[in-house]
């Protein structure tokens, strides 16, 4: 073998080594990038759900209707210039979906369950179609569905859902069941 052929052999030898070690060096690059691109989809994500949490909390109506799952007796101002006591028992006479002549008490009731039900919409909506994760929204959510259940507004919410036909806020509520199916099951 002469020199000139051993040089050439070692040349491609070397472009070789190079070669993959570019290649290498490529595609650690693409993965890096892959999983930057991916973490910033997961803060865009959080971020998002975040703000409609703080769209839905920014609403009187919406705050109102938290409060209503988890105190009972407690005062609102229901009209400008009139305030009610509203019970865990007015919440669940006021979502009938029959005999639909309300009180005053009653229409606040609603209008805060509507306004409330609207996010819930929003909500459910935007997790459909990836733009926040269950996991970023599950609380406070979590919070306010066990307290319908505890205070047993759970069915005057979900007849209420039904009779409106709010489908995405009565998918969101089912996310729930179908955790406390698997929770049952695991314990």
């Not at 979906?97 to 609207?118: G, H, M, P, Q, W």
């Amino acid at each position: 073998m002469t020199l000139a052929n051993q040089i050439q052999i070692t040349a491609q030898i070397v472009a070789i080594i190079g070669g993959l070690i570019a290649a290498y060096k490529i595609i650690t690059e693409i993965k890096q990038s892959r999983l930057e691109r991916h973490r910033d989809l997961r803060w865009k994500q959080a971020n998002s759900a975040h703000e409609f949490l703080k769209d839905m909390l920014a609403s009187q109506m919406v705050t109102d209707a938290t409060i209503m799952l988890d105190w009972t007796g407690r005062a609102f101002n229901i009209t400008p210039d009139q305030k009610a006591t509203i019970t865990f028992q007015d919440v669940q006479v006021g979502l009938r979906t029959d005999n639909l002549n309300f009180s005053e008490k009653e229409v606040y009731i609603r209008d805060c369950a509507d306004a409330f039900l609207f996010h819930v919409e929003l909500i459910e909506q935007a997790i459909r179609n990836d733009l926040i994760e269950f996991r970023d929204i599950k609380f406070p959510m979590t919070y306010y569905v066990n307290a319908m259940r505890k205070n047993n507004l759970y069915n005057a919410y979900l007849a209420f859902i039904k009779e409106y036909e709010y489908k995405n806020a009565e998918k969101f509520l089912n996310r729930f069941n179908a955790k406390l199916k698997t929770s049952r099951v695991m314990s």
